[in-house]
């Protein structure tokens, strides 16, 4: 293994434990500050304010890092400058050595160009977030005004590692880069439990000043580290850390006979890296209408209770969607990605490739939907009967009161389309051909478009808040999967029975049956007992609340105590133990089984399974 893949391995690793470390400690900090304040407020601090800066920075991280991360080649007049330069001076550097300073300090030029473009972009949208109308009562208009105002200070100071981040990565810094975020994430958590919990500071000022020490954080570990790293490299290597002309810029420019405006651009980034961020800032457009979209109607529409129930839940899901979901997806768009590709001149036959798939891709996606759907399976069948006794448990009375419960349910469903989804799109995307991916980037901004849509008119128009944004994102989630499958089903030869015997398990549909029967027993035995639909514990917690007179104050630990509430808990997690063990029985060990077997032997043993159903079929 050479040592840039052994660095990006280990890089890897530790972006992973990084993000599950820090991802547990901000979850417990977070769920501790979710209930010392309301939803209104909640909804401030962790939706409208992260948006703040994640729309700010999002060009940033998606346009030109990606350009500065690029390995681009000069252009035919770029290398002839630098040969004339070679001639003209005397250096010690070789051309090759030149030619990979001028790309590295190209590189380093866009990543301060998307600082001053962050800049410009958070000036507009702050003075758009100060002049909110729409406040809690419980929320003055001097501590949002100076909310916004920490934020945007904290959004600057983060777009400006974007340099000493390229320069980090260029040097294979992954674990570092990890590390740093990781640290940066703890500490915006510790910050907001600290000012929330032990000082009288207004709470949207709390998570103001939390994402502030997030940015100072990351900026700081990652400028000492470039820093660092720029004193160590040969005096002989002319490439800086700031803004800097390129060399060659005055000779290339005489030989393109560009524009002005080109010949000011061309003076600070190579043309291949102009061409890209030209390319990318398409893509990124299109990009944010697809993943912010959402989350500006519901800004636009909805009222801060409905944020902080949406942060709330989505947070939840997010966590799920990131430690399980996305480590499958990766490995399964790797491993689809290995397979032997159709030939240009099939490609050139049908826009789909009819009947093309390989037995190989074939058993590989059967796992992984057995695997990713399996674990969707569980929780759209046993999740939505403890919502209530989750949202009691980990955030208190006050959000119990909420649509928290509710939207959490119907989240639990949304969880398994998205398991469904990523595993088929993990397929498709790696093995259509580039004029079906062409196709589906159209029909997937209509797909967008019409969520948002759907997102207006159920949860603005009709009403149904939160409940229903997660709806249309439902239906959205659904209409994609439709076309996964519409593209397996013309890889299959247009036959269902084909379809069906390559990509479901046999052991698919017993499993859902016993999970559905658990979770309808689940469902029904409160609503027996105690006329409840909201689950045993939380029907418990409800009546001994009410019996009691509790203000819902109180932590949970403290009821717990409290005589009569052991009892009604300790039978939940008995019969939610038995359900889940039952679960297991049925599916873990044909999973195991199935993931045992190697990528490179699931066509030799499909083709044994196909022939054997042949044989029962004669």
């Not at 949860?459 to 997660?470: A, E, I, Q, T, W």
């Not at 490179?600 to 083709?607: R, T, Y």
Request: with cysteine; aromatic share 10%.
């Amino acid at each position: 293994m050479s040592s840039a893949v052994g660095r990006a391995v280990k890089g890897i690793a530790a972006l992973v434990l990084g993000q599950f470390l820090s991802r547990v400690v901000t979850f417990s900090l977070n769920t501790v500050c979710a209930r010392t304040v309301d939803s209104a407020v909640y909804g401030i601090g962790q939706f409208s304010l992260p948006l703040l800066n994640s729309l700010t920075l999002f060009f940033a991280k998606e346009c030109f890092r990606r350009s500065a991360q690029r390995n681009v080649e000069l252009s035919v007049a770029e290398k002839s400058a630098v040969s004339g330069r070679k001639k003209k001076e005397t250096e010690t550097e070789t051309e090759d050595e030149v030619q990979e300073i001028l790309v590295r300090q190209s590189a380093i030029n866009v990543a301060w160009f998307s600082v001053g473009f962050s800049i410009l972009v958070c000036i507009p949208l702050t003075l758009f977030w100060a002049a909110s109308t729409d406040l809690p009562p419980n929320v003055s208009r001097w501590s949002y005004v100076v909310s916004v105002g920490v934020v945007a200070l904290g959004t600057v100071i983060e777009a400006c590692a974007e340099p000493f981040l390229i320069w980090c990565l260029s040097e294979g810094e992954y674990a570092f880069r990890a590390g740093a975020q990781a640290l940066g994430l703890m500490s915006r958590a510790v910050v907001v439990f600290l000012l929330l919990i032990a000082s009288p500071c207004p709470p949207v000022i709390a998570f103001a000043l939390g994402g502030l020490a997030e940015g100072v954080i990351w900026t700081s570990m990652l400028s000492w580290k470039a820093l660092k790293l720029r004193k160590e490299e040969t005096e002989s290597w002319g490439c800086s850390l700031f803004p800097q002309q390129l060399d060659i810029s005055r000779d290339s420019r005489e030989m393109k006979g560009k524009g002005k405006w080109r010949e000011v651009i061309g003076s600070w980034m190579l043309d291949e890296h102009y061409r890209l961020n030209l390319d990318f800032l398409v893509l990124t457009c299109q990009k944010l209408i697809l993943s912010e979209g959402e989350k500006v109607m519901m800004l636009s529409f909805f009222h801060p209770e409905d944020w902080g129930v949406f942060a709330l839940v989505s947070n939840l899901g997010s966590a799920v969607c990131r430690m399980l979901f996305a480590p499958i997806e990766e490995l399964g768009a790797a491993e689809f990605g290995k397979l032997p590709g159709v030939p240009e001149v099939e490609q050139r036959k049908s826009l789909l490739n009819v009947g093309t798939e390989t037995e190989q891709g074939a058993g590989l996606l059967r796992r992984l939907l057995l695997l990713e759907g399996g674990i969707g399976a569980v929780g759209a069948t046993l999740g939505p009967c403890f919502p209530h006794a989750a949202v009691l448990v980990l955030f208190g009375t006050r959000w119990g009161s909420t649509e928290a419960p509710r939207v959490l349910e119907l989240y639990c469903y949304l969880l398994f389309l998205l398991a469904l989804n990523g595993a088929l799109e993990a397929h498709m995307f790696q093995t259509a051909p580039p004029g079906w991916l062409r196709v589906c980037q159209g029909l997937n901004m209509v797909l967008s478009t019409a969520f948002l849509y759907l997102g207006w008119l159920f949860g603005s128009f009709l009403g149904l808040r939160s409940v229903g944004l997660v709806l249309a994102n439902c239906f959205n989630m659904f209409l994609r999967i439709l076309l996964c499958l519409w593209y397996l089903f013309l890889r299959s030869g247009c036959r269902v029975e084909t379809l069906l015997g390559n990509f479901v398990e046999p052991s698919v549909p017993p499993l859902v049956a016993g999970l559905f029967g658990v979770g309808l027993v689940l469902r029904l035995l409160p609503r027996a007992l105690f006329g409840s639909r909201e689950g045993l514990v939380a029907s418990f917690l409800h009546s001994y609340l009410n019996a009691e007179g509790e203000s819902g104050e109180s932590s949970f630990v403290h009821l717990l105590l409290r005589r009569g509430l052991a009892r009604p808990l300790l039978t939940e997690a008995l019969v939610g133990f038995v359900s889940l063990a039952a679960v297991l029985a049925l599916f873990l060990p044909r999973l195991l089984r199935a993931w045992k077997t190697r990528p490179q032997d699931l066509g030799a043993k499909d083709e044994v399974d196909s022939t054997e159903r042949h044989k029962k079929k004669r």
